[in-house]
């Protein structure tokens, strides 16, 4: 599902106009990248929460040529789904 998919959806499903829908997820995304800035989690109820982690330098290794590559630290974004979004998964998804 792209953007513009979901945006449709979602606009469907709560009756709001697709442009009042666009600017609201727009709000709610630049809400949770500012709270990722300050390293904080955000936990999103009966979905899942998602946490910012450090990542430490490490050394990798160029199978081809055997060059040994220093990978700096950085920062991703990890996801950790609530356990009814884990279980419908596991069932398939079907509910």
Do not use: C, H, W, Y
Not at 22 to 42: E, H, K, P, R, Y
Not at 69 to 86: C, E, G, T, W
Request: aromatic share 6%; charged share 25%.
């Amino acid at each position: 599902m792209n953007n513009k998919e979901f945006i449709a959806t979602l606009a469907k499903n709560t009756g709001i106009g697709k442009e009042k829908t666009q600017t609201l997820v727009n709000a709610v995304i630049a809400a949770m990248s500012a709270t990722f800035d300050d390293g904080d989690n955000v936990t999103v109820a009966n979905f899942g929460t998602f946490e910012p982690k450090k990542r430490t330098e490490r050394i990798i290794v160029n199978p081809s040529s055997g060059q040994r590559m220093l990978v700096p630290p950085k920062i991703v974004l990890n996801f950790k789904p609530a356990a009814n979004v884990k279980d419908n998964i596991k069932k398939g998804g079907m509910e």
